[in-house]
């Protein structure tokens, strides 16, 4: 009897009418956890019942807290009927089990029909007094924190990484079951939903007990997925990291540093420390890793690698080496120990079954290098023999999963382990021992469904995986990391065992390790990656035609397709990129999603230009007639047009290879070596530019034949993407490169299209056209939507593909828009940066505030002996002549965004209804909530892991929601567009309700995991259902914390703290 | 081939002014797209047609459920569904409350009832205005006469606080309820060429010091109906008239005052009689309903016209007007002191102060207009003469009144310059 939960129904607003007659309702309210209900008394005839009830006691097992939501239901007083309900609150007590999360729910919460949709708000307040269950048996696990963002928690700091965790449940769906055909869609809707919620909170007291064991305390990227998998059931599933987190007791600039680290990539305060180095052990690098200077892959077409999985075995001999190497690659003289702790890492990481990370964004240092995308995908067919139990004849009884399908999430589980054991044996071919920003997902049709699984393959730092080691580890810390700003990149696979053909050059930035030609990754781009100028979205985007069929055959035929669709996927991926001229993908995402008749394949990364790689190639066009004149012509005119578009697109993302040598100019470096280095990066530049011209014959240049059909398609598909409109920018990941100084005026938004196809009788070519205009026409739309925010980017634009229907294709993108200030000049900027990366720094050094000069001195003593004092001073010398050079410059820049913040200052106040509270004050925030005028509070959402020009002061626990709307009267209520947007409008305001009533006024890692949607035109029905989830916060204005900045000779101390 | 469904939703809802608009006007969603190709918000975006008819249809759904909302605007501020802030608030509430004053000036008197709204399709043919939006403006009327019909206290503030308005559209929702509520007689030929923002600001006199509110410190009952204790007072007036004595004094006295004070003296001297029974017998009869709906019809056609035939400037109705009521206010002191207690002296006393002030007001107004024709002077005098009445009346002066009287003043000039 751990636990005793408190609810109390305060009032009511805004409520139906439920009595024609008197035009008033009769409402009270029951309030039900597990089997224990309790019943307000009815207060009559009134819209705005005040019912003031007493406290409702419930004393329940801790587990039962986990599974279980509190279930309200409102209902309307009859007293010859029955009673009509109203709607129902289902609302998630889990933020209150934690300490450090949210003490108390109390607020409006929209009363919710699945039929009716919102009816009138009802205050509530719950409380839980938790008892200390220290039995060892137990099998509840309060207390684990969840979070759905995929990066360490801003206000925390991990202790350990523990690793990959996953858990599965399956149940039948209520939806399937017999009794459905007599009960009403409401009473079927409800149990659904219900049993979504039971099903969740049971998936997270069953991983919190794995944490548990692990001896972590939080679950980091987690991840929740619905399978409907119809009448075989409904699988609810996660994966998520599990870690220790420590709260940073400094709270202050912290978070602001991460933030603003993640949006502004060190560049020339990293420089120092190896550049630095590099004069020490030029040798040492070289010689100590025979086995180095790897191979590249960048994409391993699912069904190719699982072949070769059974060959895996060489190549997990060949890991420790590979692991060895990279290890040298840092390690110097001092190298045993570090090799050593290395080697236990590599053991650690060994050991465990699967050492993936769902985190796509890591703490400095914790990333070392990074091989490439690792995918798997298998087609599995959903057999009703699997499970045997689910048979029409078992009566209806809600929660007995446990005894109906106990062997079935076996099934799941193996074909998830499976998929598992794939991936962790590409990421050993590529000389990885993890897999970083790992994700899971399925697509099904009818019987048959594709499980995917991808992530990206990478060598990892020891420190944050054990225990003992970090202590330890602390102290050399730069030396144990591979130089920052590009050291992610360098190839931690063996030339010499390359997995598959590609091509190495020297790094670019420190040229001391070889690194892949491009490079794709699912994770968000490193804080400390060098990049040159701008990022943009690419998309891939594919549709195929599948005959129809059945069983077994449909899936053969599926799995058949499958690898030729990820491989053209791939190819237009890489075009694209070579169009845009970069060489990088990051957050790349693959969805394949099966229709009866085809199946849709799209691929978002954002792209960027990583200094470290060489600089790509041009697309060459080559005909098969070179005889035919006008065919010629024919061909060099197209081979102008991308030649052009290159050219285009590397001025529009600002793309100029010579000013990275600028860069390098003014970059505290040593004289001797930024000479020679200036003089590589120039002879790179004019590389560059011949390349485009003559860009045949040049071996790395991408051919095209246009000859064949799938060329011309590839080529169609590449030239008709629009570029962004002037203003705009695109990324599916967390921050844009070369955007630093955000305002805080942001807009996420959710657009959903379904597009019909009319013509049966489409090609493969035709079907292509209209799935890549549909995606465009949507990304016109929203750029046209979001027009007046402009200076803007739109940022985690992630979208989903489905096809829900024979002729359908249905599209969901969810993104935020993020307004910034545009006029900074390149100085103000580089000066942003190098503020940023201080605080960064200062972030790294446990939060240590240290001024600009003392970064350099800290750089110094921890590089080894060889270094030379002289290096020291000379970077010492150089970086304040940096900071005056344009001191002008940006004086008048600030002034601007002096102006500028001003402007955002009075847009953002209205806004923001809650003023800026310190830390600790949430229950004032509660209190300060009810101001005269609009009572609702303003809450924030965002899929980012942060808010711009805010600091996220408190976590209040995971918002996890699944709604079910359906309406029989579809045209009355708007048509499908009326009722899908309505419903969309509803969850958000449901979302935000909860995350006010937790005291929160934002969500942050916001997203739309599913968005089923089911119509029936002709019976004017629909039904939809959503899940959402997030992160509830507590933020304050960056305005409250200028103060804590560490003060330095900046003229602009705030410059990269958008207001 | 076609796009089945098409949604937007922003977690702050974002709406466009313009497209607002558009919406209130009574818009299709077609036409509405039209309208803003034209007006140039494709221009620099490279967007298509379609791409502005999907923003055009989100946000006409948004307006759509929105308007439920709109109809209680007090819900807008605390409801969950939309997270809109408060200054697009207010924006969305003041642009549904608007009106066209080409609308509001065909409905202006009549019931606000099923039949009125029937015949809504004249008026939109009429003024041009889609039927939609006509529909909406009447709704609106109709919404707020409902929600005030039974609140105590100032109707001005009452509408405000109720349906969260602007101050000005308050006043002039109170005007539309006011008018609504008397069934004044708006629509006659002869009343034609008075704007909207005329008869506002005689409804603003009106409610001022005609009605039960004005006089009891607004706590007894509301402001829309009016005193009928001073409406029967009003009859005792008819003294003026009816005492052939009386009357001649009062006329000697005013033309002392007159005299060479005007170019159209002898005009004035002759028709005094006549005058002064068309106001004095316009008083008397408001008692009557039926009387009361005509009481601007009979000023125009007792008053205004005779004074319009004589060629008067609006300099000479003040004049008239002012020494018209310095003299009852004499004669009684003189003669009358049985009938006139001490107290209705300095009431009168009173009444002179602010007749002066709206004279003054009035005649500044007339000098603005002096170049016009004598047609547009004439606009101005009615005005005056609408709120003449209002100084004869003897019981409801108390200075704090008085003043509110000049602040109705002030706004009344803001005012009166749109309704030219």
Redesign the interface.
Same mark, same amino acid.
């Given at each position: 009897m751990p636990g005793k939960l408190k609810a109390k129904i305060v009032a009511g607003r805004h409520l139906p009418v439920m009595d024609r007659a008197s035009d008033l309702t009769d409402a009270f309210v029951e309030v039900k956890f597990g089997n224990t209900t309790f019943k307000t008394d009815v207060f009559p005839k009134s819209l705005n019942p005040q019912w003031n009830s007493e406290w409702f006691k419930f004393e329940v097992d801790d587990e039962d807290l986990q599974d279980e939501p509190l279930q309200i239901t409102v209902l309307d007083h009859d007293t010859y009927s029955a009673n009509d309900a109203i709607g129902k609150v289902y609302i998630d007590i889990d933020p209150l089990l934690s300490s450090e999360a949210a003490t108390v729910i109390s607020g409006w919460f929209p009363i919710y029909d699945t039929i009716h949709g919102i009816r009138g708000e009802i205050n509530v307040l719950v409380k839980v007094d938790l008892f200390n269950d220290l039995n060892r048996f137990r099998q509840s696990s309060c207390g684990v924190r969840f979070f759905c963002t995929t990066s360490i928690p801003l206000c925390y700091r991990a202790v350990v990484v523990h690793g990959f965790v996953e858990e599965l449940v399956v149940n039948e769906d209520p939806e399937y079951q017999w009794i459905d055909r007599i009960r009403t869609p409401r009473a079927s809707n409800e149990a659904r939903q219900r049993l979504i919620s039971l099903m969740s909170g049971e998936l997270q007291r069953k991983i919190g007990l794995k944490v548990l064991e692990m001896g972590g305390n939080a679950v980091v990227g987690y991840l929740q997925c619905f399978d409907l998998e119809g009448e075989s059931g409904l699988v609810v599933r996660a994966i998520g990291t599990a870690c220790t987190l420590e709260k940073l007791s400094g709270g202050g600039a912290t978070n602001n540093a991460q933030h603003t680290a993640n949006s502004s990539p060190s560049k020339d305060m990293k420089e120092p420390v190896f550049g630095d180095e590099c004069p020490s052990n030029p040798l040492s690098s070289g010689p100590s890793t025979p086995l180095r200077a790897p191979p590249f892959t960048s994409f391993s077409p699912s069904k190719s690698y699982s072949r070769q999985s059974s060959s895996s075995d060489t190549d997990i001999s060949l890991t420790p080496k590979t692991g060895m190497g990279s290890g040298g690659s840092a390690g110097k003289e001092a190298g045993p120990l570090k090799i050593l702790l290395r080697q236990q890492t590599q053991t650690a990481l060994e050991q465990r079954e699967f050492p993936f990370f769902t985190l796509t964004s890591f703490p400095q240092g914790f990333l070392l290098h990074v091989a490439g995308v690792v995918s798997a995908r298998s087609v599995k067919l959903l057999d009703r023999i699997h499970n045997p139990a689910l048979g029409s004849t078992r009566s209806y009884k809600l929660l007995d999963w446990s005894s109906c399908s106990a062997d079935e999430p076996e099934t799941r589980d193996a074909w998830w382990e499976e998929l598992r054991q794939e991936i962790k044996s590409h990421a050993r071919a590529l000389g990885c021992h993890a897999v970083v920003g790992y994700s899971e997902s399925t697509s099904i049709c009818e019987e048959v469904c594709i499980l995917s699984a991808s992530g990206t393959a990478a060598v990892l730092n020891c420190r944050f995986l054990q225990d003992g080691c970090l202590d330890v580890l602390s102290e050399h810390r730069c030396d144990d990391s591979a130089p920052p700003g590009c050291g992610f990149c360098h190839v931690p696979y063996d030339e010499l065992n390359m997995p598959f053909p590609a091509q190495l050059s020297p790094c670019c930035c420190c040229h001391r390790t070889k690194v892949p030609d491009v490079l794709f990754t699912t994770i968000d781009l490193p804080t400390d990656a060098q990049v040159t100028g701008k990022g943009c979205l690419i998309q891939a985007r594919l549709c195929r035609l599948k005959k129809k069929s059945q069983g077994e055959g449909n899936a053969t035929c599926i799995s058949n397709l499958l690898p030729f669709l990820e491989y053209e996927l791939h190819t237009q991926l890489l075009n694209k990129l070579k169009l845009c001229g970069m060489n990088a993908l990051f957050g790349l995402c693959i969805q394949i999603s099966v229709g009866e008749n085809m199946l849709v394949g799209l691929a978002s990364a954002t792209g960027v230009y990583l200094s470290a790689l060489p600089s790509p190639g041009g697309i060459q066009i080559a005909g098969k007639t070179p005889n035919d004149l006008t065919y010629d012509q024919h061909v060099s005119s197209i081979q102008r047009k991308i030649n052009d578009t290159i050219v285009k697109n590397r001025e529009l993302y600002e793309i100029h290879i010579t000013e990275v040598a600028e860069d390098v100019i003014g970059s505290p470096i040593p004289e001797p070596r930024q000479r020679s280095r200036l003089f590589r990066s120039h002879s790179e530049s004019s590389d560059e530019l011949s390349e485009l011209d003559l860009s045949h014959g040049k071996k790395d240049a991408f051919v095209l034949e246009i000859d064949d059909t799938d060329a011309v398609e590839d080529l169609h598909s590449l030239l008709t993407d629009a570029p962004t409109p002037p203003g705009f920018y695109s990324c599916n990941t967390e921050i844009m490169p070369g955007i630093y100084n955000w305002t805080s005026a942001i807009q996420m938004f959710t657009s959903v299209r379904v597009f019909r196809l009319n013509n049966a009788n489409l090609t493969n070519l035709g079907l292509n056209k209209i799935f890549n205009e549909l995606c465009e026409n949507l990304l016109k739309s929203l750029y046209f939507k979001l027009r007046s925010m402009v200076p803007c980017c739109l940022c985690r634009l992630n979208f989903t593909v489905a096809v829900p229907e024979d002729e359908l294709i249905q599209v969901a993108v969810t993104a935020v828009a993020m307004s910034f200030h545009k006029d900074q000049t390149q100085e103000a900027n580089k000066a942003a940066q190098a503020h940023s990366q201080m605080k960064a720094i200062a972030e790294t050094e446990e939060q240590l505030q240290f001024p600009l000069e003392l970064n350099a001195e800290s750089a110094s003593p921890l590089s080894p002996k060889g270094s030379g004092p002289q290096d020291g001073s000379n970077s010492h010398g150089r970086a304040p002549s940096v900071d005056y050079s344009s001191f002008a410059d940006r004086c008048s820049s600030w002034i601007e965004q002096l102006r500028l913040r001003a402007h955002t200052i009075r847009r953002g106040s209205i806004k923001t209804s809650s003023s800026p509270l310190p830390e600790g004050r949430s229950r004032s925030l509660r209190s300060t909530r009810s101001f005269p005028g609009s009572s609702v509070s303003v809450v924030k959402m965002t899929p980012l892991s942060f808010i711009p020009g805010a600091k996220i002061v408190k976590y209040l626990g995971i918002i996890n929601m699944f709604f079910i709307r359906e309406t029989t009267s579809l045209r009355e209520e708007g048509g499908v567009s009326g009722f899908l947007h309505a419903f969309i409008a509803e969850v958000f305001a449901m979302v935000r309700a909860h995350v006010a009533a937790l005291g929160g006024n934002a969500v942050v890692s916001y997203s739309m995991k599913e968005c089923v949607f089911m119509e029936n035109p002709n019976k004017n029905q629909a039904q939809c259902l959503i899940n959402v989830s997030g992160d509830a916060v507590i933020f304050t204005r960056e305005s409250d914390q200028e103060g804590h900045l560490p003060q330095t000779s900046h003229p602009q101390p705030t410059e990269d703290t958008p207001p | 081939?076609?796009?089945?469904?098409?949604?937007?939703?922003?977690?702050?809802t974002?709406m466009d002014q313009e497209v607002y608009q558009l919406w209130l006007s009574g818009y299709t969603v077609g036409d509405a797209v039209k309208v803003r190709m034209d007006g140039g918000v494709l221009d620099g975006?490279? &967007?298509?047609a379609?791409?502005?008819r999907?923003?055009t249809?989100?946000q006409f759904?948004?307006f /759509?459920?929105c308007e439920r909302l709109l109809h209680n605007p007090a819900?807008l &501020?605390? /409801?969950?569904?939309? /997270?809109i802030?408060?200054?697009r /608030?207010a924006m969305l509430i003041d642009r549904y409350y608007a009106f066209d004053d080409a609308f509001v000036r065909e409905v202006l008197g009549k019931k606000l009832s099923k039949g009125t709204k029937k015949d809504l399709d004249d008026v939109s043919s009429k003024t041009g205005i889609l039927l939609k939006s006509c529909r909406r403006q009447f709704d609106n009327f109709k919404r707020v006469f409902k929600v005030v019909e039974e609140l105590k206290g100032p109707l001005v503030e009452n509408i405000r606080q109720h349906l969260l308005l602007s101050d000005r559209l308050a006043r002039d929702y109170a005007a539309i309820v006011f008018f609504a509520n008397h069934r004044f007689e708006t629509g006659k030929k002869k009343l034609q060429y008075l704007t909207f923002q005329d008869f506002a600001f005689c409804a603003g006199e009106l409610i001022s010091h005609w009605t039960v509110g004005a006089m009891d410190n607004q706590l007894e009952d509301m402001d829309v109906d009016l005193d009928k204790e001073f409406l029967q007072d009003l009859k005792e007036l008819k003294v003026l008239i009816t005492d052939k004595d009386l009357l001649d004094q009062h006329k000697s006295l005013v033309c002392t005052a007159l005299r060479s004070k005007t170019k159209v003296f002898a005009e004035m001297e002759a028709s005094f009689k006549n005058l002064s029974r068309g106001l004095i017998n316009i008083a008397a009869k408001l008692t009557n309903t039926k009387d009361v709906r005509d009481l601007f019809i009979d000023l125009v056609e007792k008053f205004i016209e005779p004074c319009r035939s004589d060629r008067w400037v609006t300099i000479d109705v003040n004049l008239y007007l002012t020494h018209y009521i310095n003299s009852a206010h004499i004669l009684d002191t003189f003669k009358h002191q049985a009938v006139w207690n001490s107290l209705w002296d300095e009431l009168f006393k009173m009444l002179t102060d602010i007749q002066h002030v709206t004279v003054c007001f009035l005649v500044k107004m007339g000098m603005v207009a002096s170049g016009a024709s004598a047609a547009a002077e004439g606009t101005r005098a009615t005005a005056a003469s609408s709120e003449e009445p209002v100084p004869v009346h003897p019981t409801q002066f108390t200075t704090s009144i008085s003043f509110s009287f000049r602040d109705m003043l002030n706004v009344g000039c803001r005012a009166w310059p749109h309704s030219g």
């Open positions: - | 081939m076609s796009v089945e469904l098409d949604v937007f939703v922003g977690n702050t974002i975006c490279d &967007a298509s379609e791409v502005l999907s923003d249809m989100d759904r948004t /759509q459920m819900k &501020a605390n /409801q969950l569904l939309f /997270q802030p408060p200054d /608030q």
